[in-house]
């Protein structure tokens, strides 16, 4: 980076992918940052902090190369506290100006080592980094991923609220959708710190509480990246909305439910399958491909399991349950937004030319089961373990894919559905975990903490024993408004 662009430009960019250390030393010199954060991500999926002042140039470059030493076991459940050291490393090549902080501060993302330097096991990060490597090592394929981030802006109701019909918000505009400048506002932020986005809008949910409490929902759609910055962009857009929010004087919620009448928070995950330089998914005609069939029979061999890292809290069982727009069995369709795996509308119709398509944006497949609560990094893995499964086991893959399409001869048919507790989904984990652990890409102990913190909810009965009083339910819904 050349140092006169990066003075020149301070006014017109925030987002940076330094190349060496003394670039960065010399970016905070002649830009007046007043702090250095490294920001790292653990296992609850928030950003987190670390804060240092630059006033010492010889410290700063000091950090740069060597990082910092951190409580693992205040970050991981599966680092034991008697060997809890590990070392936060800058990747000074994913760093950001931050836009909330009232002195000039330098965000740089990091990563987690463990005692002698090499990328920490257990650190969900690297999980999927080891799944992305075996993929492409076996078969030759790289996922490409966006994730539709689905929340709620929480205020107090006042006069000149409009209010829509519930469930009938949208795509809805101001005055109807009361918050679209703050969600422009996020889009903006977004920007600012590196995060490429494909659209916002509201989305159906708006709602008006008997204590004149107020919520309105909202999504942020992402541009497809490889899963391991998907999944970092994730956490970061968090981070942002949810600052964003508290500069308006508003909270927000991505709970899987705010309120069981109306709709909850989704997840939904686009991604296409590239080979060399081409989006596999599809044939060149743009209709679904063989190879495409056998990654959606994959993931719905896997789809039981995969719940344990896309819906983590009772609450996310809570949403398939009550079915708006959500998934609950394990199917696949066109269009169909209540099956679990669903082919969007494709750009394939006359005029999109082949060399287009096979850019893989317009074609997709989405697996509607995640929330925003999801371990994301665990998530991404898991689906590329699911992928490769599918690849490698064409036939058992092509069977499931046949079987379990919801149209034509199966139309009407029964299904199987989809956990309904952490329980569950504890259990689909434990029967599977052979096929996550293989070739090293989850550690065991990833794995038995994972089926730990589930059994931990003590959910198996929960929405049964509490289905006819909504009030309890409400109670619980409230416990998980700000989690995530």
Known sequence: MDEGLIAEGKQ???AYAFAENEEVARFIANNGVRILNLCHIPEDGRLKTLSFSTVNRERVLEILEFGERADGSNLFSFIPSDKSDIYIKPNIGRAFMNPFADTSTLNVLCDYLDENGKPLDVAPKNVLCRAEERLESSNGVRLKALAELEFYIIAKADGCVFQNAPDRHY??????SRFESLRNAVLVALSD?????KYAHSEVGQLIFKDGVFMEQHEVEFLPQSLAETAENIA???WVIRNVCA???VAVSFSPKVSLEHAGNGMHVHFYAVKNSANIIANPNGTLSVEGLKIIGGLLRFAP??????NPTPISYLR???????PMHICWSARNRLALIRIPLWWSFAGVSAKERAKGVKETIEFRAPDPFADAYLLFAGMAVAVRYGLENPDEALKIAEKLHIEGKNKGKRLKTLPKSCYESAANLKKDRRLYEAHGIFPKVLIDKTIEK???YKDKELWKSIADKPGKIQKVIQQYIHQG
Not at 171 to 176: G, T
Not at 320 to 326: A, D, L, V, W
């Open 247 to 249: 500069k308006h004087g």
């Open 171 to 176: 795509h809805e505009s101001s005055p109807f």
């Open 12 to 14: 017109m960019q925030r």
């Open 305 to 310: 399991s995969l719940t344990a890292f896309g």
């Open 193 to 197: 710190v590196g995060v490429a986005t």
């Open 320 to 326: 398939f349950i009550s079915r708006k727009e959500s």
């Open 454 to 456: 589930l059994k931990a």
């Open 236 to 238: 970061v857009a968090k």
